[in-house]
């Protein structure tokens, strides 16, 4: 089974300042790692993803985030927040090994606020 | 490219009526994915298609929803009869041919269900 906790309901930023959106995840195997994006009355949009590689990987309109296999984890970051960001931000992890499950699995969501 | 489209992208009906949620992929998208929040929780993994085939609907929750791909192309989800808790916003997704679980999902903008 496959899990993704992501144990902020919301974070609070000021403009210009960094961010970061936590993500745990679960997996029997290697995971597949996603973070999307939801702006109001939209579908998610895709901002980054951890494959294999470099444990840092980088997104869309700045965004970065970076792989931890010890501590399980895949925390969205960037150095420097817009305003623009404010969003719902869904973090979420497929199992490598598992080849009969392609879906994703995703956590609850974290809304970003950054305030100006 | 056209994204992910979703019809209508509200509804609201009464509790034991039917609805019927549209999807149209990305054209020669052969994975087709609806995901449903409900009440502003995680993301939930209804079913998958590959064409016209059912590749996974452990997701789905009982046989009141009944998902059809006619032909590989347009799918449709349909809650008959719809109950209070079935109300929430789904989503149609869609990735290209030859996912390895690797490609990022094309989401539509979701259709919010009220049943009242």
């Known amino acids: 089974a496959q899990s993704v906790a992501q144990p902020e309901d919301q974070v609070n930023v000021a403009e210009g300042n960094p961010l970061t959106v936590k993500c745990t995840y679960s997996?029997?195997?290697?995971?597949?790692l996603f973070w999307y994006v939801q702006y109001p009355n939209r579908g998610l949009q895709f901002l980054l993803k951890?494959?294999?590689?470099?444990?840092l990987v980088k997104g869309s309109y700045g965004f970065e985030a970076e792989f931890n296999k010890s501590q399980t984890s895949f925390h969205l970051k960037k150095p420097s927040a817009l305003v623009s960001d404010s969003a719902l931000y869904f973090c979420?992890?497929?199992?490598?090994?598992?080849?009969?499950?392609?879906?994703?699995?995703f956590g609850s969501g974290t809304r970003l606020q950054v305030q100006p | 490219e056209a994204g992910v489209t979703q019809f209508p992208s509200h509804s609201v009906i009464e509790k034991g009526q039917t609805v019927t949620l549209r999807c149209d992929p990305i054209s020669g998208h052969d994975n087709l994915y609806w995901y449903r929040r409900v009440m502003g929780k995680e993301i939930k993994f209804l079913l998958h298609f590959v064409k016209e085939s059912k590749q996974d609907e452990s997701g789905m929750p009982n046989n009141r929803f009944l998902a059809e791909r006619t032909g590989g192309t347009y799918s449709t989800l349909k809650v008959q009869p719809a109950e209070l808790e079935d109300s929430g916003v789904y989503f149609c997704a869609s990735s290209h041919k030859g996912d390895r679980g690797g490609s990022p999902l094309h989401f539509g903008n979701g259709t919010r269900l009220t049943v009242t």
């Open positions: 979420a992890v497929r199992d490598f090994m598992d080849t009969g499950r392609r879906a994703l699995t």
């Open positions: 951890y494959i294999t590689g470099d444990n």
């Open positions: 997996v029997s195997g290697n995971p597949y």
